[in-house]
Nanobody, 129 residues
Framework: QVQLVESGGDLVQPGGSLRLSCAASGFTLAYYAINWFRQAPGKEREGVSCISSRDGRTYYADSVKGRFTISRDNTQNTVYLQMNSLSPDDTAVYYC??????????????????????WGQGTQVTVSS
């Protein structure tokens, strides 16, 4: 069965850290660009980071640059998102998406989610004191 599974979301205090995981089964993650998106209540899904498949280049939205780090472990078929210095503005459901070509930081409306090959179910990150 082909699927992506996110994990690692939690309730954390401002200034804290979390590491999210995006684990693939049924396909080889190394061949895909992996995008991390987040969606806060009432907002569209926005790209926060991605890592390309070809050269491992990483990209970050301005809002997370310097605080988030994306990495991949091909031996574990998993991509990680290390999130430091978290603030309440980071509160959202975080999704990973795999695509053979797309490594973008765009906003993706619901009616365009199909453009990505695979999506995970999301993991909740809540930053609150």
């Amino acid at each position: 069965q082909v699927q992506l599974v996110e994990s690692g979301g939690d309730l954390v205090q401002p200034g804290g850290s979390l590491r999210l995981s995006c684990a693939a089964s049924g396909f080889t993650l190394a061949y895909y660009a992996i995008n991390w998106f987040r969606q806060a209540p009432g907002k569209e899904r926005e790209g926060v980071s991605c890592i390309s498949s070809r050269d491992g280049r990483t990209y970050y939205a301005d809002s997370v640059k310097g605080r988030f780090t994306i990495s991949r472990d091909n031996t574990q078929n998993t991509v990680y998102l290390q999130m430091n210095s978290l603030s309440p503005d980071d509160t959202a459901v975080y999704y990973c998406a795999a695509d053979l070509y797309r490594c973008t930081l765009t906003v993706v409306p619901e009616n365009r989610l199909y453009e990505y090959d695979y999506w995970g179910q999301g993991t909740q990150v809540t930053v609150s004191s």
